[in-house]
């Protein structure tokens, strides 16, 4: 680059001291042409330098920096889909778990239904077996004290017999007696 500045100032200076349309019109506005190409040379120095060594790094650090936001972008993007996809997925999960807890309850309240009704099937039998006995006992009782109620009468009615024969009566007597007074009272229930 530097070359090629130099072969401009070259002919700049040529064309400037051949007699022409140009050096006329420069005489005219008083400029000095060895003081613009001069000019000319150093603007184009410092342009090239300030190209170098100022711009070139800054462009070199903008496009770093956009670089740097285009994966920053590019990298919000992918957690952006990730986190769609975990919500996604927890989504799931949580309708599994609660189907899986609605399954969990409805297996509870038919096994508490069975079990509820096993035992009340079973509370039911025991008081049937209870009743039952409880039947039987108040039968037997009855009998046991049916029986005792016709021995005591059988008793009584000899005992009365004795007072009004005013003797006392022999075993087979009294036998006799007793198995009249219960044969009656059998009839008479």
Request: glycine letters at 2%.
């Amino acid at each position: 680059m530097l070359d090629t500045l130099l072969i401009i100032a070259a002919a700049t200076t040529d064309a400037t001291s051949s007699a022409g349309p140009l050096s006329e019109l420069a005489g005219k506005f008083h400029v000095e042409t060895n003081i613009l190409v001069a000019q000319i040379i150093n603007f184009l120095i410092v342009a090239f330098l300030l190209y170098r060594f100022a711009f070139k790094p800054i462009i070199a650090t903008i496009d770093m920096r956009q670089q740097k936001i285009a994966d920053g972008l590019q990298y919000a993007e992918e957690v952006k889909l990730k986190l769609a996809d975990v919500e996604k997925k927890q989504a799931d999960t949580l309708k599994e778990a609660s189907l899986e807890a609605q399954k969990t309850v409805g297996e509870a309240r038919s096994q508490a239904k069975q079990h509820l009704e096993s035992q009340k099937s079973e509370a039911q039998a025991q008081a049937e077996d209870l009743l039952k006995k409880a039947r039987e006992a108040i039968d037997l009782e009855r009998t046991k004290m049916i029986s005792e109620a016709k021995e005591e009468i059988a008793g009584l009615v000899v005992q009365t017999a004795e007072k009004v024969l005013a003797r006392e009566l022999t075993a087979s007597e009294k036998s006799s007696f007793s198995e009249s007074a219960v044969k009656e009272i059998k009839s008479n229930s």
